[in-house]
């Protein structure tokens, strides 16, 4: 069975950092986009960033760009996102998906999710 399982989140204060996981398994990772979704209850699910393999691309929202880093540890079938000058606003369940082949916006479109890590951010 195909699983992802996000770790990494916490309690973090303002201005700090914060990196969270995306374990991959039960499929051919290099052959899969992982995307990484936030989202607060009430509010719709927001696409932050997406690594493609297959591309060799990476693309980012604009409310992140520039503070949010994603990467992948091939070995390890793990993707990162490393996040930097967090503020409150930053605060969610982050989620990861994958989708085959090729990075897309809308999250619905992705076939596989993992269950979330919370972060928080005070301010």
């Known amino acids: 069975e195909v699983r992802l399982v996000e770790s990494g989140g916490g309690l973090v204060q303002a201005g700090g950092s914060l990196r969270v996981s995306c374990a991959v398994s039960?499929?051919?990772?290099?052959?899969?986009?992982i995307g990484w979704f936030r989202q607060v209850p009430g509010k719709e699910r927001e696409g932050l960033s997406c690594?493609?393999?297959?591309?060799?691309?990476?693309y980012y929202a604009d409310s992140v760009k520039g503070r949010f880093t994603i990467s992948s540890d091939d070995n390890k079938n793990t993707v990162y996102l490393q996040m930097n000058t967090l503020e409150p606003e930053d605060t969610a369940v982050y989620h990861c998906?994958?989708?085959?082949?090729?990075?897309?916006?809308?999250?619905?479109?992705?076939?596989?999710w993992g269950q979330g890590t919370q972060v928080t951010v005070s301010s």
């Open positions: 039960g499929l051919t990772f290099d052959e899969y986009a």
């Open positions: 998906a994958a989708l085959y082949k090729t990075c897309m916006v809308w999250g619905y479109t992705y076939d596989y």
């Open positions: 690594i493609s393999k297959s591309e060799g691309s990476t």
